[in-house]
């Protein structure tokens, strides 16, 4: 097998969010040189989510499928010859990397905590704090 990337764009997508213009579809230059003959699966943005139905790639490459998913963009990354889609490629690998744990300092104690849930307004205080705000000390 030989398996590359291809990566096309969804230029008329435009309530996506970015990065998701970003089509990545493995495909395989062994079975054919042409797009969509050669086409495998597509990469998924976890490949160890392998519960995810969708997710064909880590039903092929298994305990591989990180390795593999690396390769590959490391290859895409070499050939990409334009910025958005080296970006694109670039936050690609950055999902593949194992999570650290996010660590806030509390604004009131000191303390370092892990924020929860806050997506988009970072949790400032921790929820020690937190309680004893909500209960008057
Ligand atoms: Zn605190």
């Known amino acids: 097998m030989k398996l590359r990337l291809h990566i096309s764009r969804n230029d008329d ?4 969010s970015r990065g998701q213009y970003f089509r990545f579809a493995v495909i395989d230059l062994d079975k054919s040189k042409q797009y969509p003959a050669n086409f495998v699966c597509m990469l998924p943005k976890k490949p160890t989510n392998n519960d995810a ?3 064909i790639f880590s039903k092929i490459y298994r305990q591989d499928s990180i ?3 690396k390769q590959l963009l490391t290859k895409a990354l070499g050939s990409a010859d334009d910025l958005e889609t080296k970006k694109a490629i670039t936050d690609r690998l950055k999902l593949l ?3 650290s744990p996010i660590l806030v300092k ?3 104690c000191g303390k370092s905590f892990t924020p929860l849930g806050m997506r988009y307004r970072r949790q400032k205080v921790c929820s ?3 309680q004893k705000m909500y209960s008057g000390q």
């Open 13 to 16: 997508l435009k309530d996506y």
């Open 53 to 55: 139905p969708h997710n």
């Open 67 to 69: 390795k593999v998913a």
């Open 97 to 99: 990397e194992p999570k």
């Open 106 to 108: 509390c604004c009131r």
């Open 128 to 130: 020690e704090c937190k």
